[in-house]
């Protein structure tokens, strides 16, 4: 028997989540958005989205368009099929029952496998032109106290966040939040919009959980990105929100490496104000040379200019700071990134990046040999494995983003045992969707039982302590 939700009845609310949704599909059938013709990539470019693979385990990335008609309408079918479906789940978004909740999250999950028809680019873009316009399920409840973390300052509800490259240009981080994110990482956006590399740049090793892409920073830019975060901030969802926001900042592909700094100030001076913390992207693959500015004496003059940046701007002068490395360093490069953050005083690292580096596992893989950075469960070791190294260089001292892998509680545990205070993911969400997040934070807190920690912050760092 339908019960009454804040004075109204369960149905009432369902209608009205049915209207709102309805109106949704329309803008989105006006916008054509979901390959029927052409959509403009955001730097105005237009670009052909309706690229389809009929391979095994569906959503090849072999980028060429599509002429057939049948094709077409398969794709427009399987799109309206789609949304269908979300919108059935997303009728019961003003409902505040627990099993609507159970409900949405499954009817968001059950069109996971259809995005995977297309390729990896266009259903990531599909995936957040929907987001953008609401289509994401709601948590209702509060996490569980022992998933809150103290770090930065600042009290994450929980320590599951998106990784930038997800929501690069600003445009979906509000339905990401309201999903159970403990916080959503935007970025990396840029000064002066770019349109990163050619496609196709992203392709699916599915049998792997893995993706190679080779994007370069396409962004629009930041003036774009912070029309969007100024006015989230000047409303009351800012105010009201529980999860945390960051903004991930990368430099131009023609700005001279000798010039860099000026790139990372530019951010913190025009957007970094609209972040809870704020994060220097110097370890991308896909732009040529960023990853030379991990080097000690970049990195510290590059650092040194981005904090006395965020000092001087009474609106950014208590935003922590991170840089986000890359798991292909050498040893002695490891310690000399330690060495730099605690004599810069950086507030944080973020470990790590994709790698350049192919495991074993995935050599036979028709993609193996794509060129660009490598994500998902083939990075979780390698990881892992220098988010250890660093926070026992650093003496635990500074605070740690486990991010590469992330597929599981148990993976999240792992990152938060070798000294992680929060963890990031991606890959696995690209994969599996929405059901993610809620699976992931359950399988988290029964870890912590097992091991009998009573919270994720005593957990941080076990795997250095003596038994």
Known sequence: ??????????????????????????????????????????????????????????????????????????????AYGALGTVAAGAALRFVDAPWAEDVEFAAYGAVTPLLRTLDAETSHNVGIFALSNGLAPRMRGKDDPRLNVEAFGMTFSNPLGLAAGFDKDAKAFKALLGMGFGFVEIGSVTPKPQPGNPQPRAFRLPEHGAVINRYGFNSEGHESAKSRLEAYRASDESRTSVGLLGVNLGKNKLTPEEQAADDYVLGVENIGEFG??????????????????????????????????????????????????????????????????????????????????????????????????????????????????????????????GCGGVASGEDAYNKIRAGASLVQLYTAFAYEGPPLVPKIKRELAACLERDGFKSVQEAIGAAHRRK
Request: aromatic residues 2%; contains cysteine; glycine residues 10%.
């Open 276 to 401: 809870d913390y704020i994060v220097v992207n110097i370890s991308s693959p896909n732009t040529p040379g960023l990853r030379n500015l991990q080097g000690r004496k970049h990195l510290s003059s590059l650092l040194r200019k981005v904090l006395k940046a965020r000092d001087a701007n009474e609106r950014t002068a208590k935003k922590p700071v991170l840089v986000k490395i890359a798991p292909d360093l050498t040893d002695s490069a490891l310690k000399d990134i330690a060495s730099v953050v605690k004599s810069e005083r950086v507030d944080g690292v973020i470990v790590s990046n994709t790698t350049i580096a192919r495991p074993d596992a995935i050599k036979a893989h028709k993609h193996c040999d794509e060129a660009g950075g490598l994500s998902g469960k083939p990075l979780m070791e390698s990881s892992t494995k220098v988010l250890h190294d660093l926070y026992a260089l650093t003496g635990g001292k500074i605070t740690l983003v």
């Open 1 to 78: 028997e339908a019960g009454r939700v804040e004075g109204k009845t369960t149905r009432g609310m369902v209608r009205r989540g049915a209207r709102e949704m309805s109106a949704v599909l329309a803008r989105c059938a006006r916008a054509r958005a979901f390959g029927v013709g052409r959509a403009m990539s955001g730097t105005g470019t237009p670009v052909n989205v309706l690229t389809f693979s009929t391979s095994a385990g569906g959503g090849g990335a072999s980028g060429a368009p599509v002429r057939d008609g049948s094709k077409r309408s398969m794709m427009s079918t399987l």
